[in-house]
């Protein structure tokens, strides 16, 4: 039995991501430069790296908004052209940039939002009327509700988003990239303007995430250097459009081409 099949035995499945030799040029500019790197099944990959290394580039090509000049994805070994707006259909799911909840819905309905393919699914039976719809609808909510409680939102449940603390609305965020329950999840800077306690918070909630449901592998982009090494079972390290370092996070706070690569940007900012 090999690793990945032990893995998914003990329900830390998820989807397998393959970068293979991505490269995006914008005019004379390489952002990324024959990007390669695997994200196994089940684990938490962190991309870090300082201002301007790709990262956010790297993000939008995984998201489907940024179509790369060269190289290919591959999801479980199939080749991946991701669509925003049909993601979750392809089993991925990722966080908004900043919150991007509706302000008109509740909390609950914001979640249900989440999960914009299952609705659509039921669609022309709502429409008519079928019992399909009120099935999907029904299991849709009892999701919601259940996120709800794991992420003990409980008390905020049919707020306006305007009303919660930053950080509450951070956790209605992340619900809401779960309820399609994905294989995989694309979290770009879930740290961003959280609180010492609050990122301590999310990263917990962060390592939980290979074990939810079928299983679960999770590219985190961020900022935060200490939350990717606490949460991270490794690290892809990009600085000007390379990968400088690959590894486990004890391999990359070791490598001084990483600690030249922050060094450099710390002097040039
Ligand atoms: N749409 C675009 N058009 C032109 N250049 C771009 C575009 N998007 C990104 N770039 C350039 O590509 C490089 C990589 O940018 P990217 O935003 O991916 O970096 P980043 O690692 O996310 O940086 P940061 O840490 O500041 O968010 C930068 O030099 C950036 O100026
Ligand atoms: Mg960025």
Known sequence: MNLETQVTQAGRGGARLDVDGISVRFGGLTALDSISFEL??????????????????LFNVVCGF?????????????????????????????????LGLFPGLSVVENI???ASHSARAGFWSGL?????????ERELYERASALIDELGLGAHAYSPP????????????LARTLISEPRLVLLDEPAGG?????????????????A????????????????????CDALVVLDFGKVIAHGT?????????VAEAYLGAEVAT
């Open 128 to 136: 008519l009327g079928l019992p399909r719809a009120d099935r999907d």
């Open 40 to 57: 196994p099944a089940g684990q938490v990959v962190g991309v870090i790296g300082p201002n301007g290394a790709g990262k956010t580039t």
């Open 112 to 114: 249900v939002a989440g």
């Open 162 to 173: 305007s009303t919660l603390p930053y950080a509450v609305s951070k956790r209605v965020a």
């Open 249 to 257: 996070p004890d391999e990359v706070r070791d490598d001084p081409l």
């Open 212 to 231: 939810r449901g079928e299983g679960c592998s999770v590219m985190l982009v961020e900022h935060h250097v200490d939350l990717v090494m606490d949460v």
């Open 194 to 210: 959280l609180g010492h306690e609050d990122i301590a918070e999310l990263g917990q909630l962060i390592t939980s995430l290979p």
């Open 66 to 98: 940024t179509r790369p000049q060269e190289g290919q994805l591959l999801l479980d070994g199939k080749p991946l052209r991701p669509v925003p707006h049909q993601l979750s259909r392809q089993g991925i799911s990722r966080s908004l940039q900043g």
